[in-house]
């Protein structure tokens, strides 16, 4: 039985529910605040910062070519402000069609194929509505030309279900060595950033491009790398790439931050399928793995092979790379160590998701922490960035001195007798000069010097280094 009262307050609750409709229905609670853009070399993406959550639906018309996107439950907030040069899109329209729906409308250059998703809040951003518009594969850039194996190697085909068996040798074959460069992060994800506003992103990109440099300047090695400017690849994709590109290693370069600003040095992170080897490694693969919430990994599909059989498969060659993968990392280390303080004297191991690639060795690269105010002004200085690239270089050609692949030019190399010794260390006697032990090894002083990232010529005592093979110091 309802008393009098509270047959009151139901009515005012019901009259309440109905008041907040007739709001909710009149003006659309959320804002698009703002538009933000990047193009990668396949597709350009726009992403709309939102107060709240939104429904919507985009679509494409022809003649002329535009995409549409209606927003439900938003309007305006302020004017949709972006730079579209290099871009497939000539304008931004917007209208309000009903008071509750924005319609977004595009102009474009030419067709483009539309991918959209929207991201809940994170530290960083709050909602957001991401568009992608890929080009047309009509319009794309040819794909890069296979590895010179592939094409030497005819009707071989690279079973899938044996992902850790490489092509067999071609017999003239002396293919490049490729190394798979990933500068983490890009685009609306920043990665961490410096008390003074620099960012991880920008950071890692030009320490990347340095590192792409400086390996195709050694014979026998090409660099390839996963982001060439400012937009984002979702982690699964950056692999993906390394495995198009026939990648014998895969890098990935970071610059992180940690909770405290006083944490400092570098690491070198290869995959662990157990747990992570200290709780910093196990910190830095949590804030890692959230790219994916901070740029969305949009439709992200495993091969249609059979689960079961591929898992297997998996642990097989994973823990065939896994080896490798120590053995370059420890060598990636002990150059950095020469040349920046370093976090963890050994490869430490934790789960990234970027290094899950299971054929291919991989390794992720900490160059400092941005987080820490002396790292962060090192790691934007240009001598830093080239001193760091230069002894994740060193490190890698050592490590493909010793384990060549069948098939490479390096292989060749060592098979032929060409290369007199393997890279060596060094230490050195009290008397010694950079020139005597540059004349006893059979190598330049230039070479030596950049081998070792030396300043000067100067050298202790007791000093170790490294000594490169004789034929390898760099192409003509
Ligand atoms: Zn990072």
Do not use: C
């Amino acid at each position: 039985m309802m008393g009098l009262g509270m047959r009151f307050r139901a009515l005012v609750a019901a009259v309440g529910l109905l008041f907040l409709a007739v709001t909710v229905d009149a003006v659309a609670e959320t804002k698009v605040n703002s538009v933000r853009l990047w193009r990668a070399p396949d597709n350009t993406r726009l992403v709309f910062d939102l107060t709240g959550p939104v429904q919507h639906s985009v679509f494409t018309l022809t003649a002329p070519d535009r995409l549409v996107i209606d927003i439900n439950g938003a309007s305006l907030g302020a004017p949709l402000n972006v730079n579209t040069s290099n871009t497939p899109i000539t304008a931004m329209r917007s209208a309000q069609r009903t008071p509750t729906d924005l319609r977004v409308v595009i102009d474009l250059k030419k067709a483009v194929t539309p991918k959209s998703f929207t991201l809940a809040p994170n530290a960083q951003y709050g909602n957001r509505l991401v568009v992608d518009l890929f080009d047309n594969a009509a319009d794309a850039a040819p794909p890069p030309a296979p590895a010179p194996t592939v094409a030497t190697v005819p009707a071989v085909p690279v079973a899938p279900a044996e992902p850790s068996i490489k092509l067999p040798p071609a017999p003239a074959g002396k293919r490049d060595i490729i190394v798979v460069i990933d500068a983490g992060h890009g685009g609306e994800d920043p990665g961490a950033s410096g008390s003074r506003g620099q960012r991880e992103k920008d950071v890692v990109l030009a320490i990347a491009r340095e590192l792409q440099r400086q390996v195709n300047g050694m014979k026998g090695f090409r660099a390839e790398l996963t982001r060439t400017g400012d937009y984002f690849i979702p982690l699964r994709g950056r692999t993906e790439i390394a495995r198009k590109k026939g990648a014998d290693l895969f890098v990935s370069i970071h610059a992180d931050a940690a909770p405290s600003t006083a944490a400092f040095g570098a690491s070198v992170f290869a995959l662990s399928d157990r747990g992570a080897t200290s709780e910093t490694a196990r910190w830095l693969a949590d804030s890692e793995n959230r790219s994916d919430l901070i740029g969305g990994a949009g439709n992200v599909s495993l091969d249609d092979k059979d689960r079961m059989l591929a898992g297997v498969l998996l642990d097989l060659s994973m823990t065939a790379s896994l080896t490798s993968s120590l053995n370059v990392g420890q060598k990636v280390l002990s150059n950095i160590g020469r040349v920046t303080p370093l976090h963890k004297q050994r490869v430490e191991q934790a789960g990234f998701m970027v290094l899950k690639s299971p054929d291919i060795p991989s390794i992720l690269v900490e160059t400092g922490f941005i987080s820490n105010a002396n790292e962060a002004s090192k790691l934007t200085a240009a001598n830093h960035q080239q001193a760091l690239a230069r002894s994740i270089s060193s490190g890698v050609r050592q490590f493909f001195q010793q384990n060549p692949p069948p098939g490479t030019y390096i292989a060749w190399l060592r098979d032929s007798g060409k290369i007199a010794q393997g890279p060596r260390d060094h230490r050195v006697n009290p008397g010694e000069t950079l020139a005597m032990i540059a004349v006893r090894y059979q190598v330049s002083p230039a070479t030596l010097r950049n081998a070792n990232n030396l300043k000067s010529d100067e050298l202790k005592i007791g000093q170790t280094l490294t000594i490169p093979g004789t034929e390898l110091a760099a192409k003509e």
